[in-house]
């Protein structure tokens, strides 16, 4: 679904990305981890066109994505920080969220769901930042795309609603569809990641299942086995 071939990408003399590799073609979450300033979103913002490599190649679908941006209808994304005018009520941004995207979208579900229905006529900045991220989270499922990719989707989430995402997540993996997560939250990634994408130095350090991570590196949980990489 997703292939990157050979990406640089520096900023002024920072080089964060250094050859990057990467081919995602089955279903599933793809956890994109690593230190912070690691290049994660820097990655992300690739894919989706937000970022121009100086060097590399990327295809999402077979199509390269160079000077294209149709390829972004298939994708969903939550971004790290949503900066949404604070004046707007939930429901008149989803509903100019749904205007400029003329999809149709599965926003009531949603807002069942994640128990948001009273916050509808709230200005977003009245909201606490977790029900902020719920009303995000809304966003980005809404249109129901192939590919998804959430970067740090648990921001603000309490135990409950953590619960609520993991389930939400495993229901669109369920349904076929390539979610792509960045996270430093461990647990969240241990019980919903099907395989580990490590950056470090402009790489991908390592790739497998966290299954093979905790053996590569002789760690019985993932904290300690990603420290390990480190060290
Ligand atoms: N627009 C930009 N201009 C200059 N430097 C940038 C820009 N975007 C990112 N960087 C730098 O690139 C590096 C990688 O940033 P990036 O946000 O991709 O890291 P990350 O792995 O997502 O980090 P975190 O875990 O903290 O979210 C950082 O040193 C950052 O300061």
């Not at 939550?78 to 005018?85: E, G």
């Not at 100019?96 to 003329?102: E, H, N, P, Q, V």
Request: positive net charge; aromatic residues 6%; glycine residues 8%.
């Amino acid at each position: 679904m997703v292939t990157v071939t050979n990406l640089h990408k520096r900023f002024g003399s920072q080089k964060v990305l250094n050859g990057l590799n990467l081919e995602t073609n089955v279903a599933g979450i793809i956890a994109v981890l690593g230190p912070n300033g690691s290049g994660k979103t820097t990655l992300i913002k690739s894919l989706l066109g937000m970022v121009i490599p100086q060097q590399g190649k990327i295809a999402v679908n077979g199509k390269k994505i160079r000077r294209q941006s149709d390829y972004r209808q298939e994708i969903d994304y939550l971004p790290q920080i949503a900066n949404f005018p604070g004046n707007l009520t939930v429901k008149e941004l989803i509903g100019m969220i749904k205007d400029l995207r003329g999809k149709p979208a599965r926003d009531k579900e949603l807002i069942a769901f994640f128990g948001i229905e009273n916050f509808l006529d709230k200005k977003l900045s009245k909201l606490s930042g977790g029900t902020r991220q719920k009303v995000n989270i809304v966003l980005c499922f809404m249109f129901d795309s192939p590919l998804i990719i959430l970067d740090e989707p648990t921001s603000g989430l309490d135990p409950a609603s953590l619960i609520k995402l993991r389930e939400l997540l495993q229901k669109e993996k369920a349904a076929g569809k390539t979610i792509i997560i960045t996270s430093h939250i461990m647990n969240f990634v241990e019980e919903t990641a099907d395989r580990i994408l490590f950056l470090l130095e402009g790489v991908i350090y390592f790739n497998g299942s966290i299954t093979e991570l905790k053996t590569q590196t002789g760690q019985d949980d993932l904290e300690h086995a990603i420290a390990q990489i480190l060290t």
